[in-house]
């Protein structure tokens, strides 16, 4: 960008598909650095809005849906975007430089960014009844009109979204019960201790944590009540079943389009997918540099920081290698944890106890003598202070 923040190496047209946490951080961002050629956004959903609330305040029935909302009007007027909302992208042509939407208009570009994100995994043992997924805010809706109290819910998958939506449906009364294939629920993750300290909350609150199960089989009788048999001979009833077992990158649009798909948008270093065609968010899968590795991040934090790199990329101001040190956190009745780095499973866990009267601690993971993930238990303030740690040490790494 030069002095008077005109971009130098800008393209005529940028179009974006998919109007959410990635794409308008990246429509905002080309904005932010003085792009001032055309940009289109395509987005299947109505208006852009923002999910972490969904298993959380929003379930909880504490924020009405207009607190969901990404962007004010005046904030989507200012983007001075075409917006296609309610509209679907179902081919993108990469030699051509074009994008078909399902209206059967043409949108031609000189810089596509495909923000699709992902779609929840359906698991073939529920095929008894159409279970409760919950990506979309009327996911969300459809879920809370169910969870009266006493009401049964099963929750299939005790992944982050599992748990924290039986956390949330608990405190509304509802009987719940979760369950999960793998006897330590999150340690791959989270790590061993944090993942024991998990389940401990779960339970003590009074959630039916079923662990080292899977759902084999399922029907349902005349009032609709389910019956899942599980893998240890076991059944659970249920009035209503949600099924949290990870998710899809919403790539079938791109089958014709000549660009790699595996498990995401195959993308170099710099998250670009082919000439002139970059990913980001939920569905791309970058070559990240640092790891040797294809990595594909389902984080709020990262749809953001790679929006960043992506219109930097666009705009030619920066083309360096994206290597984020990522960040999420997950909410648990009161408890909120924090993860910024990467843990594995060869770490060595050092605790820091913040405030013991309230649970609160630090746990800091090392490897080779080096500090490679920070994990907060209801610390946030400590946690910042160490996830700037591991942020310098990461930025020094890089010099
Ligand atoms: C219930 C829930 C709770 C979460 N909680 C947390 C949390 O606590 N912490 C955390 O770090 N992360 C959390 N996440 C993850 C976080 O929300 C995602 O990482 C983030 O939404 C990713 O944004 P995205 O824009 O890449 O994808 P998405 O938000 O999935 O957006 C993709 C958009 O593209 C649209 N689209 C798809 N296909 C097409 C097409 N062909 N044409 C046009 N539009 C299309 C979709 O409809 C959608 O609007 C949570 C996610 C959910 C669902």
């Known amino acids: 960008m030069n002095s008077v923040g005109k971009v130098s190496d800008e393209p005529e047209v940028v179009v974006i598909v998919g109007g959410s946490a ?46 969901l909302s990404l962007m004010s009007p005046d904030q989507l007027k200012g983007l001075d975007a075409q917006l296609f909302l309610g509209t679907r992208a179902i081919d993108l042509d990469s030699r051509r430089r074009t994008i078909t939407d399902d209206t059967g208009r043409t949108h031609r570009f000189d810089a596509a960014v495909i923000a699709t994100g992902v779609r929840p995994r359906m698991l073939d043992a529920l095929s008894a009844g159409q ?27 005790g992944g982050f979204l599992g748990l924290e939506t039986a956390a949330t449906a608990l405190e509304l009364g509802v009987d719940v019960t979760v369950i999960e294939p793998n006897p330590h629920p999150l340690s791959d993750r989270l790590g061993m201790n944090a993942s024991a300290r998990l389940i401990d909350l779960h339970r003590s609150r009074g959630t039916d944590l079923r662990l080292g199960v899977s759902v084999a089989s399922s029907s349902r009788d005349g009032h609709g009540t389910w019956t899942l ?15 949290a077992v990870g998710s899809v990158p919403q790539t079938d649009w791109l089958v014709e389009s000549g660009l790699g798909i595996s498990n995401g948008v195959v993308c170099d270093a710099t ?40 219109a930097r990329g666009i705009l030619g101001v920066h083309r360096d290698a994206y290597q984020p040190v990522p960040f999420f956190w997950t ?41 490679t993930a920070v994990l907060g238990w209801s610390a946030p303030k400590d946690f910042q202070t160490y996830r700037r740690q591991l942020l310098q040490e990461h930025a020094d790494g890089r010099k």
């Open 131 to 157: 279970p409760h997924v919950l990506r979309t805010v009327s996911d969300a809706v459809g879920l809370r009109e169910r969870l009266q109290p006493g009401i049964r819910l099963v929750v299939v998958g």
């Open 271 to 310: 998250c670009q997918a082919a000439p002139h065609v970059w990913a980001v968010g939920d569905v791309a899968r970058w070559w990240d540099d640092r790891h040797q590795a294809h990595v594909r991040l389902e984080h709020r934090t990262n749809a953001i920081e790679q929006a960043d790199a992506v």
């Open 229 to 243: 048999e599980l893998t240890d001979h076991s059944t659970v009833t249920a009035d209503d079943v949600l099924v």
């Open 22 to 67: 990635a794409g308008m951080a990246t429509a905002s961002k080309l904005r932010r650095l003085g792009y001032t050629g055309r940009l289109t956004i395509i987005g299947d959903e109505v208006v852009p809005y923002d999910r972490p609330p969904l298993s959380k305040q929003f379930l909880a029935g504490q924020w009405a849906e207009d607190k």
């Open 331 to 371: 909410d648990h009745f009161d408890a909120r944890i924090q993860l910024a780095g990467r843990f594995t499973p060869d770490s060595s866990e050092t605790l820091i106890d913040v405030d013991p009267a309230k649970g609160s601690n630090i746990t800091l993971f090392h490897r080779d003598g080096r500090l």
